[in-house]
């Protein structure tokens, strides 16, 4: 469809600031699972595509991990034309209503998006939600007309990282299945990430992408106990495999009082309200087992998830303590700025160093101890140092440790020849993605240790490339990106 | 979906299931345990398998009618279907060079330790078993132990059969008795676990023990089946869960044990008062 002409947009003719996405207010919706962010109208979603200048060298391409033509969607947009949007989207991405929600767009496309130079960027993750959104409310889907070459595939994980390279793998022809550990699909999006953020029914209805794809998931199947990697690569047939299992091993503090009751990994805690439903127990049954004084650990994402959940949990107070500053803090300022709107307080520059419990083995307290910020550590961050002297009581019932996941040592312990490095994670050649045992490939957090959903999906994109050509397909040309619905 | 292909009341309120899982049974090994889970707002219960076939592709769980989920499955019928079924997870270890050994089952623990005694049995080891329950109409798979022990000694705490009493009393007579002894594998409540190892320590007897800590996904992902172990934090799940019995901290076992009562009795009053509803007026 040829575009209609209209006057040619310069940075000096669009809107400074984003086209503002509607939200529910902070007093109602820390008492409710429903979306914070409702996403934009149409006129909102056309108010913003219109703010792209579509310039000849955007940044915004490579700043994506993968790749997904952003200034030709929004253009499509601009058009009107939201079919080929989507057609456009989904050709490098698969799960656009998920990214558009979960993808952290001012560090990477917004970064640098040239407009972002003078002005406010374009909201790409907004219009990639609009877009994703409305393929699922109009039950757009992938192209199934692909004709199967006779190589099979297996997935280890059917998280975002799995899930791309199922996805590019299917496209090429290849017969790929996944093999999911927990009773249902999805990974860290269905485990790790509430409700309010990312809706499991929008998780579940973006992956039927899959099913069209004829890509098939196998759940209750832990690999390395129920079925090894030899018996993958020797007696099942498959040519080869990834492992996309993430990092989901959660780190304690190693302080003492860490086996009293009341204390929770973030991913256990996530674990049970995400997953398991706590959140609607007693009608589901897993229960949480918290309290009402919530101590969070960490300033991570995952930390701001685990304050937010415990808001509406019905915790009385909850509190985010982190051992250096805001400035510091891992999490989205978009993350942090939600939690202190729902009535998060934060304790910056504090950490414990023991927790006491009551004489019924459940914890009471937790003795802090406050930091100062020194010289930069090797992470560039400044170093927490306790300042003598300034331990003190902090009086709470449930404390929730979000401070990072380490690798998961069941595939390890059963996959002879597995390299891993010094942290426990695999050991991948960075072009290839492949380990140390050739056919297998990792990626996402496995290889990285806790990371993002968008850099998973762009190393399950990348192990794809290479598993094609290892197993001797020529890269396709132009891989379907057709799309029917 | 599995299916339940058999399926046995050894009592009010424990029960036998054959699951048709064949991947299953071939990777199963003595100590493995599976998660259980059924309906869309089910939990995922660990339970350590009591039993595999790996030419009938079928692995056996004796399960206790203790929470509201073992409860509720009480219900499912020989020929249903369990939703979800996953494993065998844990660790499994070695059965070598046990020459001698002792196979102490309490309660619903007797059914787990039939698989390890087998094995022990297998690999030509002499086995003394003592089972515990806490009266003769709960007893199960006497058969069976008899058929895999060179001795065989039967506690009830009431006395309506065998020796009266705890299985400790059994055990720390035949500690005595055999001096060679090579290792002590015990399961069942960790009280009883606690005690079985309060009598082996003092002798200084390598003692196993198994333990059932509260799981969510049993693969090492929420950590919430954490146990001290010779001082050091262990994942009941991936690092077990048998551990070396001497080093295991029972007491803040038995307390994280008791983490969730308060929301178990809750679930269980409301499932009592949703069966009455269902009951004929």
């Known amino acids: 469809m040829e575009a209609p002409t209209r006057p040619k947009k310069t940075i000096k003719t669009i809107a400074k600031t984003k086209t503002a996405m509607p939200e529910q207010d902070p007093a109602v919706r820390a008492r409710n699972w429903n979306e914070v962010t409702l996403g934009y109208t149409e006129d909102q979603a056309l108010a913003e595509a219109a703010r792209c200048i579509q310039c000849k060298n955007p940044g915004c391409i490579a700043g994506c991990p993968v790749a997904i033509n952003i200034p030709g969607f929004i253009q499509a947009i601009e058009n009107r034309d939201f079919r080929k949007a989507y057609d456009v989207l989904a050709a490098d991405n698969v799960l656009p209503a998920i990214c558009g929600r979960v993808c952290p767009q001012e560090t990477q496309c917004e970064a640098v998006c040239i407009v972002g130079n003078k002005l406010e960027p374009v909201g790409i993750g907004r219009l990639e939600r609009f877009v994703g959104d409305m393929a699922l409310k109009n039950g757009w889907s992938l192209a199934t007309s692909v004709k199967r070459n006779g190589h099979k595939a297996a997935m280890i994980g059917s998280g975002p990282a799995s899930i791309t390279c199922a996805v590019d793998l299917a496209r090429a022809g290849v017969d790929v299945t996944i093999y999911e550990a927990l009773h249902t699909a999805g990974g860290v999006l269905k485990y790790g990430i509430p409700e309010f953020r990312l809706p499991e029914k929008l998780i579940d209805r973006e992956l039927e992408a899959l099913k069209g794809l004829g890509v098939k998931v196998v759940t209750n199947a832990i690999i390395g106990r129920l079925f090894t990697i030899p018996q993958l690569m020797q007696e099942m047939g498959y040519e080869t495999a990834f492992i996309g299992v993430g990092a989901g091993y959660p780190n304690l503090m190693g302080i003492p009082g860490e086996g009293l009751n009341g204390i929770f990994s973030a991913n256990e805690y996530l674990t049970r309200v995400n997953l398991m439903r706590a959140y609607q127990h007693p009608q589901s049954d897993t229960p949480t087992g918290m309290g009402k004084k919530v101590a969070v650990i960490g300033a991570g994402n995952t930390a701001m998830d685990a304050c937010r959940v415990s808001i509406r949990m019905g915790a009385e107070e909850v509190y985010c303590v982190y051992r250096r500053t805001k400035k510091e803090s891992p999490a989205r300022a978009e993350e942090v700025h939600h939690a202190e709107e729902e009535g998060v307080k934060f304790n910056w520059l504090t950490a414990p160093v023991r927790i006491l419990g009551d004489e019924r083995g459940w914890v009471r307290a937790m003795e802090c101890i406050r930091m100062e910020l020194g010289e930069p550590d090797a992470s560039g961050r400044a170093r927490p140092v306790p300042v003598n002297g300034s331990e003190f009581l902090f009086e709470v019932d449930t404390i929730v440790y979000a401070i990072g996941t380490s690798a998961n040592p069941i595939l390890a312990q059963t996959t002879p020849g597995l390299k891993l490095n010094k942290r426990g994670y695999i050991d991948v050649s960075p072009d290839t993605q492949m380990t140390s045992i050739p056919g297998v490939f990792a990626g996402g957090d496995i290889v990285t240790g806790g990371a993002t959903v968008i850099l998973a999906m762009g190393a399950g994109r990348k192990a794809a490339r290479a598993m094609l050509q290892y197993m001797g397909i020529a890269a396709v040309a132009e891989p379907a990106h057709q799309t029917k619905g | ?281």
């Open chain 2, 1 to 281: 979906m599995f299916k339940i292909v058999k399926r046995e009341q050894f009592s009010p309120v424990t029960y036998l299931w054959k699951l048709e899982a064949p991947d299953i049974a071939k990777a199963a090994q003595p100590g493995h345990f599976v998660i259980v889970r059924h309906g869309d707002r089910g939990e995922r219960v660990p339970l350590t398998i009591a039993d595999f076939d790996r030419q009938a592709g079928t692995i056996t769980l004796v399960i206790q009618a203790v929470g509201k989920t073992t409860t509720a499955l009480m219900g499912l019928k020989e020929g249903e279907y369990l939703d979800d079924l996953a494993g065998p997870l844990g660790r499994a270890r070695s059965f070598d060079k046990v020459k001698k050994v002792v196979c102490v089952g309490g309660g619903l623990g007797v059914a787990p330790t039939y698989p390890q005694l087998r094995q022990y049995k297998q690999n030509g080891a002499h086995t003394i078993s003592i089972v515990g329950f806490r009266s003769k109409d709960l007893m199960f798979w006497i058969d069976r132990f008899k058929a895999e022990s060179d001795e065989l000694i039967i506690a009830t705490d009431d006395g309506s059969f065998g020796v009266k009493g705890l299985v400790t009393g059994p055990l720390q007579e035949v500690l005595d008795r055999n001096p060679d002894l090579d290792e002590v594998l015990a399961i069942g409540p960790s009280i009883m676990m606690k005690a079985c190892v309060a009598v082996t320590k003092p002798r200084g007897v390598k003692t196993i023990v198994s333990l059932n800590p509260v799981m969510v996904d049993g693969t090492g992902m929420c950590g919430g089946c954490r146990v001290t172990v010779g001082g050091k934090m262990a994942f009941a799940c991936v690092d077990g869960p048998e551990f070396d019995g001497l080093q295991v901290d029972f007491d803040e076992l038995l307390a994280r044990a008791k983490r969730f009562d308060s929301f178990e009795r809750e679930s269980m009053r409301r499932l009592r008062e949703q069966h009455q509803c269902h009951l004929p007026k």
